[in-house]
């Protein structure tokens, strides 16, 4: 069966998450992305190391292996002269470049749209950067956190007294999901018009939108709310309860759940008091609905409560550490993961599958990422590149 992406090539200089996850997504879906990496390899090659990796690697790290799966691995110094020559010969043969880079590296690299344009006039470029290429900060740098924690999410996820950032980079996957929402719809004009465009994503304007609520909010009517942990601000109960055997989380939003949840627990005053009589309500007397949810969960081991919940349709799950996400039974059997072995690492690595799922033309996980410099090779042969051409660009470390 061919897939969506068939046929298109990407050069893929990205680094860390949102521009490698963009060209992870494009792989995903059947287009054959090129990782271009330092000679050592690059910075997130390594990061949160599971394994001692293969050949030419000191370790290798776990989210590299998430990010890169699917796609070739050439190493490559576009900083030296005959690095040029290759990029441009690259460029030549590609449809879409990622680039997550500040904008003065992308112009020495050659890189920028400008550059990229006279090699090929119907190039995609699609760059990620922490604040985009307007406005007073344009030229700043910034990783996930701090566009977290400045879009106002970190206040309102902490507690009063103390702002909490979230352990997952969600604002960088956002990202990438953007960008690659963006290459797509390049795609699919530049086979209308022929032309090729810039796609930009950034870091601030993805936090910016998954809070937006948030900040219309605030605008609006001025709430000026502060962080309450785990416990909902515009619903309730909305929490994180504890069983007598471990946590769970509970969300209960409309009136149709809460009256469920009322009948649950038994008690129908509070359809009838009105400082319960809709979800604003709710969550502005949040405390009261947490603690009687509470007191009901203590009385019951987390199976127990939720199965109950369950029953009551509910939504209910548990509060899981990442070994019994691993070992959850749906998890497990509706096909999330794939498990994919990389050289060095002393067991498979469990890859969620492409999380969106196509019934006519499926992408998903084919082989694992490359490691350091595995394809480089057999790229430089589909360039015209001789093997004693390719050996003595290896003695000079440009490949």
Known sequence: MSQVLEGVRVLDFGRYIAGPFCGTMLADLGAD??????????????????????????????????????????????????????????????????????AQTLETMGLDYASLRAIKSDIILTTVSAFGSTGPYKDRVGF????????????????????????????????????????????????KSGEGQVVEGTLLGTALAFNNGSLIEQAVIETNRVGTGNRGQTSAPSDAFECQDGWIIVQVV??????????????NHWLSDERFKDDICRGDNAVEISERMQRWCAERTREDAIRALEEARIPVGHVYAPAETLTDPHVREAGFLKEIQYPGTPRPAPLVDLHVRLSG?????????????????AIMHELGYADDDIAALREKRVV
């Not at 999410?153 to 999901?177: C, I, N």
């Not at 033309?361 to 090779?377: D, I, N, Q, S």
């Open 33 to 102: 992305v090129i990782r271009i990496e330092k000679i050592d390899g690059s910075e997130d090659r390594y990061t949160m190391p599971v394994g001692e990796g293969a050949e030419g690697e000191y370790n290798v790290g776990a989210m590299f292996q998430q990010i890169n799966r699917n796609k070739r691995g050439m190493t490559l110094n576009p900083m030296k002269p005959e690095g040029r020559e290759i990029v441009k010969q690259l460029v030549a043969t590609a449809d879409v470049v990622i680039a997550n880079l500040p």
């Open 144 to 191: 996930d956190g701090v566009a977290a924690a400045m879009s106002g999410m970190m206040h309102l996820s902490g507690y009063a007294d103390e702002p909490m950032k979230a352990h997952t980079p969600w604002v960088d996957f956002g990202t990438a999901s953007a960008a690659t929402i963006g290459t797509l719809a390049a795609l699919i004009e530049r086979r």
């Open 254 to 267: 409309g009136q149709p759940l809460f009256e469920r949840w009322a009948r649950l627990m038994g008690e």
């Open 361 to 377: 033309t499926p992408g998903g996980v084919r082989h694992r990422a490359p490691t350091l410099g595995e394809h480089t090779a």
